[in-house]
């Protein structure tokens, strides 16, 4: 049965066949639930900390049997203003191909809450990728305020003192029909890039937690999909560094001009 906690509402389930209804109570039972959440985020403020923490780079299994994956970038002449520009600008797949000319296949499109140049908090996107050797999946990412999982208070004393320059927040899946919530959002994962910037241009750490939908089952995500996930976001963000500058002062409508190099 479709506990009462589960927030599922009525008029969702109203008009749903057998079958569609067995899956939707399949989902929520795979969904982490509040409690599961709060043991896999009990330490994500460390996330906003300029000081190392115990996994930069590298993967973990977590107790309930979800992936924790990590990688840290450098990202040269980019700053934490120019990545929170580049998810409200690219909306193409040869945009896509600028951030990965290899694993990136295809850009299925935004809904409508995403506003070119203006947001992307809310909004969903559908892609096609692959990860290292792993072949193209499809992808849905619906992105949050990053205030909806860290302490408010740790995260705008971040911002204040630049321990932190850019932060986002977005629920992940994959496959070709992912799994979602009433909220629209994908069960299956988490996904955090951090910002901070630097004397070098900015430091990125990138954290997701996945395998919602595997996690209590005996074949669970593998390590394999980890590190091809680590070797994906390292590549995207060194390709995406070489290019981002130039494209962010020729595009960006804040007011924001290129120094001069000579």
Same mark, same amino acid.
């Given at each position: 049965?479709?506990?009462?906690?589960?927030?599922?509402?009525?008029?969702?389930?109203?008009?749903?066949?057998?079958?569609?209804?067995?899956?939707?109570?399949?989902? @929520?039972?795979?969904?982490?639930?509040?409690?599961?959440?709060?043991?896999?985020?009990?330490? &994500?403020?460390?996330?906003?900390?300029?000081?190392?923490?115990?996994?930069?780079?590298?993967?973990?299994?977590?107790?309930?049997?979800?992936?924790?994956?990590?990688?840290?970038?450098?990202?040269?002449?980019?700053?934490?203003?120019?990545?929170?520009?580049?998810?409200?600008?690219?909306?193409?797949?040869?945009?896509?191909?600028? *951030?990965?000319?290899?694993?990136?296949?295809?850009?299925?499109?935004?809904?409508?809450? *995403?506003?070119?140049?203006?947001?992307?908090?809310?909004?969903?996107?559908?892609?096609?990728?692959?990860?290292?050797?792993?072949?193209?999946?499809?992808?849905? &990412?619906?992105?949050?305020?990053?205030?909806? &999982?860290?302490?408010?208070?740790?995260?705008?004393?971040?911002?204040?003192?630049?321990?932190?320059?850019? @932060?986002?927040?977005?629920?992940?899946?994959?496959?070709?029909?992912?799994? @979602?919530?009433?909220?629209?959002?994908? &069960?299956?994962?988490?996904?955090?890039?951090?910002?901070?910037?630097?004397?070098?241009?900015?430091?990125?750490?990138?954290?997701?937690?996945?395998?919602?939908?595997?996690?209590?089952?005996?074949?669970?995500?593998?390590?394999? @999909?980890?590190?091809?996930?680590?070797?994906?976001?390292?590549?995207?963000?060194?390709?995406?560094?070489?290019?981002?500058?130039?494209?962010?002062?020729?595009?960006?409508?804040?007011?924001?001009?290129?120094?001069?190099?000579?």
């Amino acid at each position: 049965m479709i506990k009462e906690g589960s927030r599922m509402s009525l008029s969702f389930l109203h008009g749903c066949s057998v079958e569609r209804l067995n899956n939707v109570i399949k989902i @929520v039972s795979m969904k982490p639930t509040k409690e599961t959440e709060e043991v896999m985020f009990r330490n &994500i403020n460390t996330l906003l900390s300029p000081k190392p923490i115990a996994l930069e780079a590298g993967i973990s299994r977590l107790e309930n049997g979800m992936l924790h994956i990590a990688m840290r970038n450098v990202l040269h002449h980019c700053k934490g203003k120019m990545l929170d520009w580049w998810f409200k600008y690219f909306e193409t797949t040869a945009d896509l191909k600028l *951030w990965h000319p290899h694993d990136h296949v295809e850009h299925g499109g935004w809904d409508s809450k *995403w506003i070119k140049y203006e947001n992307y908090i809310g909004a969903t996107i559908h892609a096609t990728e692959s990860l290292g050797d792993i072949p193209p999946v499809q992808a849905t &990412i619906k992105f949050h305020d990053p205030a909806d &999982i860290f302490n408010v208070d740790v995260l705008k004393q971040a911002y204040a003192d630049g321990s932190v320059s850019a @932060v986002v927040y977005a629920r992940i899946g994959f496959g070709e029909n992912t799994p @979602v919530d009433h909220n629209g959002d994908p &069960i299956d994962g988490y996904m955090f890039h951090v910002v901070r910037d630097t004397v070098q241009g900015c430091t990125l750490r990138s954290h997701f937690y996945l395998g919602a939908l595997m996690a209590d089952r005996e074949n669970q995500l593998s390590d394999e @999909v980890g590190f091809g996930l680590m070797e994906h976001c390292y590549s995207e963000f060194t390709y995406l560094a070489q290019v981002l500058p130039s494209l962010y002062y020729a595009e960006n409508k804040n007011g924001d001009k290129a120094p001069f190099l000579w």
